[in-house]
Antibody, heavy 118, light 107 residues
Framework: QVQLVESGGGVVQPGRSLRLSCAASGFTFSSYGMHWVRQAPGKGLEWVAVIWYDGTNKYYIDSVKGRFTISRDNSKNTLFLQINSLRGEDTAVYYC???????????WGQGTLVTVSS | DIQMTQSPSTLSASVGDRVTITCRASQSISSWLAWYQQKPGKAPKLLIYKASTLESGVPSRFSGSGSGTEFTLTISSLQPDDFATYYCQHYNGYSWTFGQGTKVEIK
């Protein structure tokens, strides 16, 4: 079965950087688009970024453009999110999510919590 | 950018009730809409995509309808396991936008 396991979260000071990872298994990773979705404490879901199956295209929500970079290593079945210049509003659970062929998000990891605090 | 607006924000209902949640898009999105269920402390779960296609394994009491700018998620007979928060989401290949969520509470 599909498994997505995030890591790399923690408590980070404002202005610092963090790299999240997501180890994927149970499906042909190199065939699917992959996403990061976040959820601030007590708030709703916010889509953050997508990377196409082959890494050729990447799209981001406007509020993270220039600070977040999504990438993938298909040889290692791993998805990444590099987060720079962290802000308080980046505090959230970050989910690694697989995109179904038809477009919706059909498999989610358990999430990793990023807390930005001095 | 396309905005997705759900109503109501909170809904109180009893087991066995028929429940309807509405999602409106700020412009036409054809049928590019999905619905998700999220329980506290858990990751969301895909229920419906392409506005009305039930994801494999999802109970048939869930159904979706609509196209263009107005969509609905209906639970035909609310079960104890259905008390959760529901999100609609538009997707188009370069942007995936969620609604703000609808919490279904026990009445």
């Amino acid at each position: 079965q599909v498994q997505l396991v995030e890591s790399g979260g923690g408590v980070v000071q404002p202005g610092r950087s963090l790299r999240l990872s997501c180890a994927a298994s149970g499906f042909t990773f190199s065939s699917y688009g992959m996403h990061w979705v976040r959820q601030a404490p007590g708030k709703g879901l916010e889509w953050v970024a997508v990377i196409w199956y082959d890494g050729t295209n990447k799209y981001y929500i406007d509020s993270v453009k220039g600070r977040f970079t999504i990438s993938r290593d298909n040889s290692k079945n791993t998805l990444f999110l590099q987060i720079n210049s962290l802000r308080g509003e980046d505090t959230a659970v970050y989910y690694c999510v697989k995109q179904a062929a038809a477009g919706p998000l059909d498999n989610w990891g358990q999430g990793t919590l990023v807390t930005v605090s001095s | 950018d396309i905005q997705m607006t759900q109503s109501p924000s909170t809904l109180s209902a009893s087991v066995g009730d028929r429940v309807t949640i509405t999602c409106r898009a700020s412009q036409s999105i054809s049928s590019w809409l999905a619905w998700y269920q999220q329980k506290p402390g858990k990751a969301p779960k895909l229920l419906i995509y392409k506005a009305s296609t039930l994801e494999s394994g999802v109970p048939s009491r869930f159904s979706g309808s609509g196209s263009g700018t107005e969509f609905t998620l209906t639970i035909s007979s609310l079960q104890p396991d259905d008390f959760a928060t529901y999100y609609c989401q538009h997707y188009n290949g370069y942007s995936w936008t969620f609604g703000q969520g609808t919490k279904v509470e026990i009445k």
